[in-house]
């Protein structure tokens, strides 16, 4: 291994959702072991990565736009070569178009193929181009390191426990970026858990892009879902806090219901999207259950926990979605009341089957419904902060704030608070919330 200083830099640059931060984190651990180091600074980096995200046209516009300021900043420096690579979702989706688009980018490996870039690093050195877009998905779990490489990890972390998409709604990339639907093995997650929590992770969120699909054989024999895997996580020394997500409403099963009803470590919160309120949009998109399935399974979720709060993701603007079609997006959310939600604009994707769909939808009608449902949405975030004010929660600290004593943790409903206090990162206190912003409590803990 060459000595500190004579190490390579690499950058790397997250786009997308949580998987790609967890990917990221990964990444960084495999290339440390492999005579890299890891830099906070693209302007020092002799390697740039952009991991990318391909979900919506305005996340595959940023790819290119940064591009355009990597270029600028290498024809400012002539003197310097700079491996630049595209990762990621948009790298699966678009391989060599992305050279033919960009010609300073010089590797292209989409997110199953990770475990071989520490190779394609040495081509590229050598002056090779290399796109790398291939389906390994086992090949990659069981080759990025868990164990070699001990990074520090904060308070909370991200364990990926399933991977890809086997659902195909009508507008979605992802079950072409991610490919189909992989779990890891009970023992490899049991593993990576007890190491984090080892490592003093203190919380730990179960990622896959339908986290929930995520099946493997238990110590028992038998073929566990979720829900079981749950109840072996929540017995792991260490840890006080677990979540998953994004759950597909058809997974939602009894098991995992009843974790909800008997796991105090799964915390109360969980993210369900619906994407929309009306069956006929539903039956398009292929989400393949009805608005009333939806709400049944509300209901026997918050029967299980009362206190549980959801969240949701919606896409206005489906081809052929009416005014009436959208009321009923509204209604649907009016019934349900989310603590928080993500809404979105139909974004049409090139390979998706919605791209081709009759009655695509005006983008000022799109712009109008989102403005609505999002008032909508913001003010039930609104009202189930302010219910929270006076009330005694437990609040796991995770970093020092910016004034004087001052710490930031997260509620059991995700939410940021601010409280003074002399506890330590990584424990959990009783704080009372004294105030609702916007998105985040100011609380007080000792009677400060
Ligand atoms: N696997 C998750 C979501 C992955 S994508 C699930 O099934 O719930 C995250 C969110 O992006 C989706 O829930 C959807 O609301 C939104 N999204 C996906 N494709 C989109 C598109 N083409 N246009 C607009 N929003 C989209
Ligand atoms: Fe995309 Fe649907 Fe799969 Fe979620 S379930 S990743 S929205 S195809
Ligand atoms: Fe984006 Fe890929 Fe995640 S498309 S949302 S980074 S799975």
Redesign the pocket.
Known sequence: MQSEDNRRKVFIKT??????VYDSQRLGDLLEGEDYTMTSSMEEADCILLN????REK?TEKLYSDLGRVRVMCEENPQTTIIVGVI???AQAEGEEIIRRSPLVSLVVG?QTYHRLPQILKEVEKGEKVVAIDYTVKAKFSNLPTKKVKRQHGVSAFLTIQEGCDKFCTFC??PY??GAEVSRTVDQIVHEAERLADAGVSEITLLG?NVNGWHGKGADGSEWRLGALLFRLAEVKGLRRLRYTTSHPRNMDNTLIAAHRDLSILMPYLHLPVQAGSDRILHAMNRRHTVSDYLRLVERIRTARPDIALSGDFIVGFPGETDADFEKTLKLADEVFYASAYSFKYSSRPGTPGTSMAGQVDRYIMDERLQRLQALLNEQQRQFLRSKVGTVTDILLEKTGRHEGQMIGRSPWLTPVAVQTRASVGTVVNVVIQKAMRNSFIGTHDGK
């Open positions: 786009y997308g959702c949580q998987m790609n990318t995200c391909h979900i996340a990621g979702c948009t997110p990339v992802v970026t991610r892009q």
